[in-house]
């Protein structure tokens, strides 16, 4: 199946169809491994590290057309590791998916 990067909600909508509970479950299992990068990252102490995670992140937010975390991740790929403002902005960003 192809999807257009542009939705978070209507990606996963096309992959669940009309399944409640599959579209549920897609949710959190992207908010589960979003959090899981957010946490390495908020635990890197070198530039490899903190890139890895933010490069993984950007390509499991393009995998459920998260464009907001996308572009977050980008931005904190090019930072520097533990940036406070970066790593803030994309816990709402993940947060809100939830809201």
Not at 3 to 23: I, P, T
Not at 42 to 68: E, K, P, Q, V, Y
Not at 69 to 88: C, H, K, T
Request: proline share 2%; glycine share 6%; with cysteine.
């Amino acid at each position: 199946m192809s999807v257009a990067f542009g939705n978070f909600e209507n990606s996963l909508k096309a992959a669940s169809g009309d399944d409640a509970k599959l579209f549920a479950e897609l949710r959190q299992a992207f908010v589960d491994s979003a959090n899981r990068q957010l946490d390495l990252m908020t635990r890197s102490r070198c530039d490899a590290n903190w890139h890895h995670s933010a490069l993984r992140l950007h390509g499991i937010a393009a995998s459920f057309g998260a464009i907001s975390v996308m572009e977050l991740a980008d931005e904190a790929s090019q930072g520097a590791p533990g940036d406070p403002v970066i790593l803030r902005k994309l816990n709402a960003a993940i947060t809100e998916i939830l809201s």
